[in-house]
């Protein structure tokens, strides 16, 4: 993975987040919440994810793809990122 540091402690810290927010909504299912306030919880957790998402797609791209590109790998590098943000979006 070509994320820097902060990039990295960014994406971890998120990680964080998210576990407890899942924890949370384990805690909130069994405790049988309100569906609408559960559904927010999720849709949080996944926004969060989303974004952690984001994070490592731009340290590939501006990584691991960009170096393929310099050492003449460049149209595998762009057809596996091709692949992976219809993955990703869908």
């Known amino acids: 993975m070509q994320l820097g540091e902060t990039e990295k402690a960014d994406v971890l810290e998120r990680l964080k987040k998210v576990e407890g927010q899942v924890r949370g909504i384990q ?3 069994d405790a049988d ?3 609408v306030d559960v559904l927010t919880q999720v849709a949080a957790a996944r926004a969060a994810l989303y974004k952690v998402g984001l ?3 731009e340290g590939h791209t501006r990584g691991c793809v960009t170096s393929a590109i310099r050492s003449g790998q460049g149209d595998a590098a762009v057809e596996e990122l091709v692949a ?3 993955k ?3």
């Open 27 to 29: 805690r909130m299912i």
């Open 33 to 35: 919440r309100y569906c």
């Open 55 to 57: 994070t490592v797609l």
């Open 84 to 86: 992976v943000l219809m």
């Open 88 to 90: 990703f979006s869908g």
